[in-house]
């Protein structure tokens, strides 16, 4: 059958055809946009994983490399101080619940110690039914409970199937309370009968991280052998702060939120690394690496190693200040080969990319550190020995990923962690005895996945996760003969009512969005790139050389073709695209210096990190010297020219009530993007340019 | 000098179209070891705007399969492709056929389909659909309130963003 007028007599049989050919093939080209959706939520999630891990280099780096009379030096101590872990008896007066009062208007849930099995379930139906917040006093005295009790437990959980018991595991979960409840609803919740291990990543992107914390610690209070949770990397206060955990609390506890994140602070320190099921069967978070010693692990400290510090490679905790730079100094010549001069000849220093030169000196380090620790736990103690390797131990334990091809490499997508083959995993196995490793940390269509010759299982359990309609997610059960049995699920009641092209469509568009933000911060650069191509200056450039600059640029892996018709409107008959009409599709809403705009914009989660970070009592507001002083730091950093009028000015744009202090989430008000020409869809997405969004969802129609 | 300039052409087109063939291929190419999974292989037709049958697919799949190991290689993809393309054996379907394919099921010419009369045509003739193909159809094309297929209304979806 080809092209042309169709007769009159024209058979159903070949009408038939003809639209199940057109069907497949519509289905199929469905298929490849839902894939391409898929790689830009992860490539970008990654990506801000990666921006993460250069902060923490930086402000390792920053340790090193400060004088003791610098200002910049004390904004750092000053972070670091309030950072740190003090001694348990201070705490628990800071963390005293007793004067809290809980009025007689709360209808909430109301707890007792210790807690009981209705309490729990309580709790649970208070959040799916009537969506009440648990009181304050209540959280902290069960967050105090949790504390004492994860303090006694060992680095690795170990349990048994025994008694026919079939052991639930579920994956991440992200503050996605709904996929928590629906797993209860066809699992049951935990009870004597019903162990369960959660695998990490409880908080942050969701917006009930803290519920789900609450659920859990509830059950792990009233069944200690029977709820056995791993912690994953997304249980660590720097975090939190960049992925919207800490903003959460806030919100939702105006009066004791600081407490509350402080006390999580302890208790994600002191939560377990792992667990083993049987002797046979490991449950971890992210993965392994070809370092991995099980024995290591389960003997280390593991609450005096921070994620933070990790990055740093810094050795133990509790140390003070000084302690932590004379470490430094001890192993400067070794990890940071070129001396890199005086105070003075740094600020020179904010032409270079210093961002980029640690993170090669820590791929280095990391591969150093791989083969080369005997060479250097010589020169220290040998109690210290094993602790001097358990940072990047941990790391890996929380980071990795597993890759196919074997072998053993720094993972330089999220920045921390490594890649490992099947033949780490076959290696891994043999040596401690077991024969299948359960991890979750990335997000996968069908809720789970295997891999290496089905000895390692990917399972995640929040679905939904990059949009409506995006992934399943899925639990297992183990019994006694250790076979995976998944069960897959897919919450969010609006699923049911978008079909499915509706629901590729709405993920693509937040895709889209996202990565039209990503193009629109990397102007100068893409401008760059067509000028190169449009040798005659004539602000046009043709289909094949517009895609292939983007390549260039922003280095996606993207059929840049197939998507340009949704991220460029101004293609002209011809086929060419005016490039300098492209970026006056979008554009800010406030007005800040334009020669810092675009920099900014691209690390506009950076900096806000940053801005949480100093804000060290978590009110939101930082003062204007710690402000100033921020973007001086920001500035060598992102390798930006700023003179002190530059921030003067920014400070006082921002600084709207005149009060000297700044108002964080106002200041990141000014990077949410807006397109002058598409409306923007405001699902429930994670990328969004302003923090405020987060916590706006309540009154979103689109929910 | 026609000549030179009609082969001229040819190889403007061929770099072109190769790297339109590269582009779909390695979209695909999951291992980064020039493979792709046969399975892919409608895929990759639909997405250069071709619309093979299954038969097409099963016929071209054979040709090409590296030994039954389930993948094929591009040195083998592409000669083939090229054939396909020069020898224009799938050219695409143009719109207006597809209405005029529905009205010819729509016997009584009411401007749509009830889905048990879809699921009898989709089922039975042609290259009929899985159970699970006909759902997701029927799931995704029919009218909430009135369950029926408006097929003027589901054509323009289905045709959507064809050009690359």
């Known amino acids: 059958v080809g092209s042309g007028k169709l007769g009159t007599s024209y058979p159903a049989k070949l009408a038939a055809i003809l639209i199940q050919r057109w069907y497949r093939q519509y289905v199929a080209r469905r298929e490849m946009r839902r894939r391409y959706t ?54 628990e007066r800071y963390f005293c619940y007793k004067n809290i009062e809980v009025p007689e208007i709360y209808s909430g849930p109301h707890l007792t110690f210790p807690l009981t099995v209705e309490e729990a379930v309580g709790l649970v139906e208070a959040f799916r039914n009537k969506k009440q917040q648990l009181h304050s006093r209540y959280v902290l005295q069960l967050l105090l409970e949790t504390w004492k009790l994860l303090r006694m437990l060992p680095n690795i959980n170990r349990i048994s199937t025994c008694h026919s018991k079939e052991i639930t595991i579920c994956g991440d979960l992200h503050g996605q309370l709904e996929d928590l409840l629906l797993i209860f609803y066809k699992n049951g919740m935990p009870s004597l009968e019903k162990p369960y291990v959660f695998n990490g990543d409880f908080v942050d992107r969701g917006r009930d991280s803290i519920e789900i914390l609450l659920i859990l610690f509830a059950f792990l209070l009233v069944y200690p052998s029977n709820v056995y949770l791993n912690r994953g990397n997304h249980e660590d206060h720097i975090v939190n702060l960049r992925y919207g955990f800490t903003k959460e609390v806030l919100n939702k506890y105006k009066m004791h939120g600081k407490r509350i ?36 692990l389960a003997r280390a400290d593991r ?23 004379r470490v430094f100094q001890r192993r400067a010549s070794f990890t940071y080969p070129k001396p890199l001069g005086t105070r003075d000849c740094f600020q020179n220093r904010s032409l270079q990319d210093f961002s980029d030169r640690i993170r090669v000196n820590m791929e280095n380090q990391l591969e150093l550190s791989r083969r080369e620790e005997p060479t250097l736990n010589a020169q220290i103690n040998k109690p210290e ?82 949009d409506v309609g995006s992934n399943r ?40 969005r996202v990565l039209r933000e990503q193009l629109f911060a990397h102007k100068s650069d893409l401008l760059c790139a067509f000028r190169k191509f449009d040798s005659e200056n004539t602000g046009l450039v043709s289909l094949n050389d517009w895609a292939s600059a983007v390549e260039s640029v922003m280095h996606l892996d993207l059929p840049w073709r197939m998507l340009r018709s949704q991220l460029v409107t101004c293609k002209n008959s011809e086929g060419t695209i005016d490039y300098y009409e492209w970026f006056n599709e979008s554009q800010l809403s406030k007005h800040i210096d334009q020669s810092l ?86 699902g429930r997405s994670m990328f969004m340019g302003t923090t405020s969004d987060l916590t706006k969802l309540e009154g979103d129609p689109n929910i | ?136 159809m029927l799931t995704a094309f029919t009218d909430e309130e009135k369950k029926h297929i408006y097929y003027k209304d589901v054509i323009p979806h289905l045709t959507l963003e064809r050009k690359m």
């Open chain 1, 261 to 296: 994140l402080k006390l999580l602070q302890k208790i994600f320190s002191w939560l377990p690394l792992a667990t083993v099921i049987d002797q046979k069967v490991l449950v971890l978070h992210g993965g392994i690496s070809d370092s991995t010693d099980l024995g290591v």
């Open chain 1, 38 to 91: 898929w790689h830009i939520f992860q490539s970008i999630e990654y990506s801000g994983e990666q921006a993460q891990i250069k902060l923490y280099n930086f402000l390792g780096y920053l340790m090193d490399n400060f004088t003791p009379s610098s200002n910049e030096r004390n904004l750092i101590s000053h972070i670091f101080r309030e950072n740190e872990v003090c001694r348990d008896a201070e705490w």
């Open chain 2, 1 to 136: 000098m026609a000549e030179n300039s009609k082969s001229a052409e040819a190889t403007v087109l061929n770099t072109k179209i190769l790297k339109k063939l590269k582009g779909a291929f390695q979209a695909f190419d999951t291992k980064s070891d020039n493979t792709v999974d046969i399975k892919e292989i409608g895929t990759i037709f639909y997405s250069l705007g071709f619309f093979p049958t299954q038969a097409d697919l099963q016929k071209f799949t054979s040709e090409v399969e590296d030994e039954r190991s389930g993948y094929i290689h591009w040195d083998r993809f592409l000669p083939a492709m090229t054939k396909v393309l020069l020898e224009d054996k799938f050219p695409p379907i143009a719109d207006e056929l597809l209405l005029q394919a529905f009205e010819v099921l729509d016997i009584e010419k009411r401007g749509y389909l009830k889905p048990e009369e879809l699921t009898n045509y989709m089922t039975k003739e042609g290259e009929p659909f899985t159970q699970e193909e006909m759902d997701e």
């Open chain 1, 303 to 325: 609450h005096i190693v921070r994620n933070q510090h990790v990055m740093t490679k810094v050795v133990i905790f509790p140390l003070s200040l000084q302690s932590i730079s």
């Open chain 1, 597 to 682: 705009l675009e920099t900014l914009y691209r690390h506009r989660s950076t900096l806000e990190t940053i801005f949480r970070i100093v804000d060290t009592d978590n009110s939101g507001f930082i003062s204007m010297q710690d402000f100033r002083q921020t973007w001086k730091l920001l500035s060598v950093y992102l390798k930006m020219e700023i003179t002190d009028e530059a921030i003067s000015d920014l400070a006082i744009t921002i600084d709207s009530n005149h009060d000297g202090s700044i108002d964080i989430d106002e200041f990141m008000e000014a990077f949410r993007l807006t397109d002058k020409k598409s409306r923007l869809e405001r």
């Open chain 1, 385 to 466: 020995q094993e602790s001097l390797s358990l940072p990047h131990q941990i790391l890996d334990l929380l980071w990795s990923d597993p890759m196919t091809q074997d072998g053993c490499i720094p993972n330089e997508v999220r920045g921390g962690g490594c890649y490992w083959g099947p033949d780490v995993t076959e290696d891994f196995l043999n040596r401690h005895n077991l024969q299948l490793i359960i991890r979750s940390h990335e997000c996968k269509q069908e809720g789970y996945e295997f891999c290496h010759n089905r000895k390692v299982l990917t399972l995640f359990s929040a679905s939904n996760y990059y």
């Open chain 1, 473 to 512: 997610g899925a639990y297992v059960k183990l019994g006694p003969d250790l076979v995976p049995y998944l069960i897959q699920y897919q919450a969010s009641s609006m699923t049911r009512e978008l079909t499915v092209r509706q629901s590729v469509g709405r993920t693509e568009r937040s895709a889209l």
